[in-house]
């Protein structure tokens, strides 16, 4: 079974320009979570999704960033404009119910 | 809002010692508990998920507790290898209603096994 994947693994981009993240969560999960990791910082909750439906986002920190799950399967999470502080490390996770499964987080530097 | 901490921030020990890492948090109305590993560059993997009626949970080398009236999780790894340095996590699932299913995380422990 393939497990989350994201996507870049990396990305640098310079203030003011556009990024968007995508994960692929594993089959047949419904939800789908963003975290979100910046220096020196634990892991922040940005979203859940059920399905395409947006259950919480009280994580999201500001109207800069857009979360979207068209159809329920893969997510995506665009920054605009991106400003410094964005920077860090973006994970995103997927279940049925009980444990989370990670991916490898996107690592989203903006200079 | 549940306040997760985990001390010590970093640890380095020699192949073979028993080590125990701590997980404390704020507000006891929980509804799980996880500890995640983390490798370099990597996502983050569960090793352990503790219920709130449960006390610990063991898998191989790794036993965790939970002691949910006192707000503490310990992580005790047995006869440490080389192979298992990375970052441990603490999460907390809060089990208020309002906070669905996120996760709150410590900042982790930094653990590295001499050869």
């Known amino acids: 079974e393939a497990g989350v994947t994201q996507f870049p693994s990396h990305s640098v981009i310079e203030k003011g320009q556009t990024v968007t993240l995508r994960c692929d969560p594993i089959?047949?999960?419904?939800?789908l979570y963003w975290y979100r990791r910046v220096m020196g910082k634990e892991i922040k909750f940005l979203l859940h999704?059920?399905?395409?439906?947006?259950?919480?986002e009280s994580g999201m920190p500001n109207n800069r960033f857009l979360a979207e799950r068209t159809g329920g399967t893969y997510s995506t999470l665009k920054v605009q404009p991106a400003e410094l502080e964005d920077s860090g490390v973006y994970f995103c996770?997927?279940?049925?119910?009980?444990?989370?499964?990670f991916g490898p987080g996107t690592r989203l530097l903006v200079l | 809002k549940q306040e997760v901490t985990q001390i010590p921030a970093a640890l380095s020990v020699p192949e073979g010692e028993n080590l125990v890492l701590n997980c404390s948090f704020t507000?006891?109305?929980?509804?799980?508990l996880q500890w995640f590993r983390q490798d370099p560059g990597k996502g983050l993997t569960s090793l352990l998920l503790?219920?709130?009626?449960?006390r610990e949970q063991t898998s191989g080398r790794l036993n965790a507790s939970l002691d949910k009236s006192s707000g503490r999780s310990t992580l005790y790894i047995a006869a440490s290898q080389p192979g298992d340095s990375a970052t441990y996590l603490c999460?907390?699932?809060?089990?208020?209603?309002?906070?669905?299913?996120?996760?709150?995380f410590g900042k982790g422990t930094s653990l590295l096994v001499t050869p």
């Open positions: 503790i219920q709130s009626s449960q």
């Open positions: 507000d006891s109305a929980i509804y799980n």
């Open positions: 999460a907390v699932r809060d089990q208020n209603s309002n906070s669905g299913y996120a996760l709150n």
């Open positions: 996770a997927s279940n049925r119910g009980g444990t989370q499964y």
């Open positions: 999704f059920v399905k395409e439906s947006k259950q919480d």
């Open positions: 089959s047949g999960h419904d939800n």
